[in-house]
């Protein structure tokens, strides 16, 4: 019996959620540390306040209306037929399925050039024009830059496949033709049962709270003193955004384990049959966590350093924009999150954001690199090159 309960117990320390595979434990670890220590406690409570209410909400707002509208719209599948049609329709659908939130259309386009559905001008329009788990943070943020960072991805997007198409055949670069990795796997099926626990979990904190957690960030957005309007003791909801966003960042943790670069940076896969509110609890949580990073690490820099980093990076002015593209190269959501944080909190200007949106390729990039690493690898320059043209150019227009 003694010898059972010691296999139970060494195999939980091996193979569960405290296996050092499980390193995004780390975060929230490290945010009770920060609540916890009298000299942090104070800019923690205010910054994880400021990014659930202010953050958080919208974003689990705004995905909860983008996964009930993909439900809808998948039904119906009457565009296929024109996008196909020709190589001009085929580099336009493919602008618009990168512009949506997400990386789930840029990831179809990729897969789709190496079945050989769409020519290579097409994966260089939506690897151009998608923003990929960033513009959820930015829609949700600043609903109307967003909507303008989006329109001129699109844009650029069509612009960019128009001319590679004028430059390059349909199958350029295309490899021959293999067995395709999957769209999208299914998270809960792969993992273990805890695992699935901690996805439903998330499902069920973001179902009960999504509702009421809006409202109470739509009324703080009006300036409204929440404390005072409820008759609570001074600083109640910033404490309980605190806590709500910890126990978020707890169920988060323990959902997947951190195996490599991609496993670090990228979504977590969902179940196409998955509810909407199931989908957006998992994205939610994802950006939340890359949020909390870069507000964080922006606020104990300033606090600690006595500095005021808005007006240190504003110093460094034409490198902005190269910063911003630089950054977007690198595959995966979770480095374009802390670009478009640093936006949001005034850190980096408009110029950096949008060179960063332009030559952001978000998790498409992966299985890009995984069926077709040279046209990955090309189309990855050919999008910093419009990117480094309209970072550069707003910025010597607008803010020089």
Not at 9 to 31: C, E
Not at 56 to 85: D, E, G, P
Not at 374 to 380: E, M, N, Q
Request: aromatic share 12%; proline share 4%; with cysteine.
């Amino acid at each position: 019996m003694n010898s059972t309960l010691s296999t139970k117990f060494s195999n939980l320390f091996t193979f569960s959620q405290f296996d050092l595979a499980y390193k995004r434990l780390l975060l929230p670890v490290t945010l009770i540390a920060l609540v916890a220590s009298p000299v942090t406690r104070e800019v923690t409570v205010n910054t994880l306040s400021d990014a659930f209410w202010a953050v958080s909400c919208y974003v689990a707002f705004t995905l909860a209306i983008y996964h009930y509208l993909s439900r809808l719209i998948s039904k119906q599948n009457k565009v296929v037929t024109l996008f196909h049609r020709s190589r001009n329709y085929q580099v336009f659908f493919s602008a618009l399925l990168g512009a949506l939130p997400g990386c789930g259309g840029a990831i179809i386009v990729t897969t789709q050039f190496v079945s050989g559905r769409v020519g290579f001008g097409a994966i260089v329009a939506v690897l151009t024009s998608t923003m990929g788990d960033a513009a959820f943070l930015l829609l949700a943020s600043k609903p109307d830059i967003g909507v303008f960072v989006i329109g001129v991805g699109i844009v650029v997007g069509c612009l960019s496949g128009w001319l590679v198409n004028a430059i390059h055949k349909d199958d350029f670069l295309r490899p021959e033709l293999q067995q395709a990795l999957p769209i999208a796997g299914c998270n809960s099926n792969n993992a273990n049962t805890f695992e699935r626990k901690a996805i439903n979990l998330q499902g069920a904190f973001w179902q009960w709270l999504i509702v009421p957690a809006t409202i109470i960030a739509a009324l703080g957005s009006f300036q409204v003193d929440i404390n005072q309007l409820f008759h609570l003791p001074e600083m109640s909801i910033e404490w309980t955004g605190t806590i709500l966003i910890i126990v978020s960042m707890l169920l988060w943790a323990l959902t997947k384990e951190i195996k490599d670069y991609e496993s670090t940076v990228s979504e977590d896969a969902k179940c196409v049959s998955s509810h909407p509110l199931q989908k957006a609890a998992q994205d939610t949580n994802f950006v939340t966590a890359w949020v909390i990073v870069a507000f964080m690490a922006f606020e104990l820099v300033a606090y600690f350093g006595h500095l005021d980093l808005p007006l240190i990076f504003s110093g460094w002015g034409a490198y902005m924009p190269l910063m911003g593209l630089l950054v977007g190269m690198l595959p995966g959501c979770g480095p374009q999150i802390l670009v478009t944080s640093l936006y949001i909190s005034g850190a980096a200007p408009l110029s950096a954001q949008l060179a960063n949106s332009i030559s952001n390729d978000g998790d498409a990039l992966f299985p890009a690199i995984a069926l077709a690493p040279k046209a990955a690898l090309v189309a990855t320059i050919y999008s910093a090159i419009p990117a480094l043209i309209v970072g550069y150019g707003f910025y010597f227009l607008f803010e020089v």
